[in-house]
Nanobody
């Protein structure tokens, strides 16, 4: 079994900061090395888009809109990934989803989604 539990998110004013975290659990993750972990988001009426991902050894990739404002980190021992978001904009209201893979495998697992609302 594989489970990703997200916490954080909520309501913030434009220009503010917010963080979301995700912890992986279940036999699939407990018996294997964590692979790439990341965050995606889906705004109302729009497609799911990549926000940031982080590899097993810490290499990161950010979407252009996230560069310089968002920071993704991970704690392999805790099987956790964290996304710190600064200077949030109203257009970034969305459901933020955690995604995690087992090292060496293509299949990604998804969290339940966490609402982030940025008010003007």
């Amino acid at each position: 079994q594989a489970q990703l539990v997200e916490t954080g998110g909520g309501l913030v004013q434009a220009g503010g900061s917010l963080s979301v975290s995700c912890v992986a659990s279940g036999s699939i993750f407990s018996t294997n090395i964590m692979g790439t972990m990341g965050w995606y988001r889906q705004a109302p009426g729009l497609q799911l888009e990549l926000v940031a991902i982080i590899g097993s050894f810490g290499a990161t990739y950010y979407a252009d809109f996230a560069k310089g404002r968002f920071t993704i980190t991970r704690d392999n021992a805790k099987k956790m990934v964290l996304l710190q978001m600064n200077r949030l904009e109203t257009g970034e209201t969305a459901v933020y989803y955690c995604n995690a893979k087992v090292a060496g495998r293509d299949k990604g697992y998804w969290g339940q989604g966490n609402q982030v609302t940025v008010s003007s």
